[in-house]
T-cell receptor, first 113, second 112 residues
Framework: KAGVTQTPRYLIKTRGQQVTLSCSPI?????VSWYQQTPGQGLQFLFE???????NKGNFPGRFSGRQFSNSRSEMNVSTLELGDSALYLC????????????FGPGTRLLVL | GQQLNQSPQSMFIQEGEDVSMNCTSS?????WLWYKQDPGEGPVLLIA?????ELTSNGRLTAQFGITRKDSFLNISASIPSDVGIYFC????????????FGSGTQLTVLP
């Protein structure tokens, strides 16, 4: 079974731009969660999607949004990028809604200049 | 919010040595997870613990879910060079807002 895939792997943007990241979960997994990882803040939960609905949200501004499609693939969007948004963005999938065992993708490394 | 204290922050050990790291929380968790992350990659799940007091092994790795449900430890025996990486603990809380809370990580370096 293929693992969680994320595209693109690397991205460079400038302040004020917006970005869309994509995540394809493990086949059969219906829950997708997104995390931001930075050296200073560690791994922080962004949001979780299940059955095309956002079920849970972390403490991030409204510039961070996402969606999930009927095939469970998910996208995350960040608008009006700030320098502090530079991070590794990870998505994780699990079989059911926020099942404890989550499997992570390789991440998208975003650099905001 | 919930916080996980993971220690130590970093470790330098000789190949062949055993290593231990732990996480403590101010809150109760229903599940403890241990992940390893290599540079440029996402975390890989090593061990999952679902019951207080549970002791689980995965090869040279052993982890325990603390009786109080507020702590967990991970032991690695007979370390090898490929054990190098960052190890994270993560707790899952109960209730409708279940989500993973991660520790700050333990950077492990294995010296030949």
């Amino acid at each position: 079974k293929a693992g969680v895939t994320q595209t693109p792997r690397y991205l460079i943007k400038t302040r004020g731009q917006q970005v869309t990241l994509s995540c394809s979960p493990i086949s059969g997994h219906r829950s997708v969660s997104w995390y931001q990882q930075t050296p200073g803040q560690g791994l922080q939960f962004l949001f979780e999607y299940f059955s095309e609905t956002q079920r849970n949200k972390g403490n991030f501004p409204g510039r961070f949004s996402g969606r999930q499609f009927s095939n469970s693939r998910s996208e995350m969007n960040v608008s009006t990028l700030e320098l502090g948004d530079s991070a590794l963005y990870l998505c994780a999938s699990s079989l059911q809604r926020l099942q404890e065992t989550q499997y992570f993708g390789p991440g998208t490394r975003l650099l905001v200049l | 919010g919930q916080q996980l204290n993971q220690s130590p922050q970093s470790m330098f050990i000789q190949e062949g040595e055993d290593v231990s790291m732990n996480c403590t929380s101010s809150s109760i968790f229903n599940t403890w997870l241990w992940y390893k992350q290599d540079p440029g990659e996402g975390p890989v799940l090593l061990i999952a613990l679902y019951k207080a007091g549970e002791l689980t092994s995965n090869g040279r790795l052993t982890a325990q879910f603390g009786i109080t449900r507020k702590d967990s430890f991970l032991n690695i025996s007979a370390s090898i060079p490929s054990d190098v990486g960052i190890y994270f603990c993560a707790g899952v809380s109960s209730g409708s807002a279940r989500q993973l809370t991660f520790g700050s990580g333990t950077q492990l370096t294995v010296l030949p």
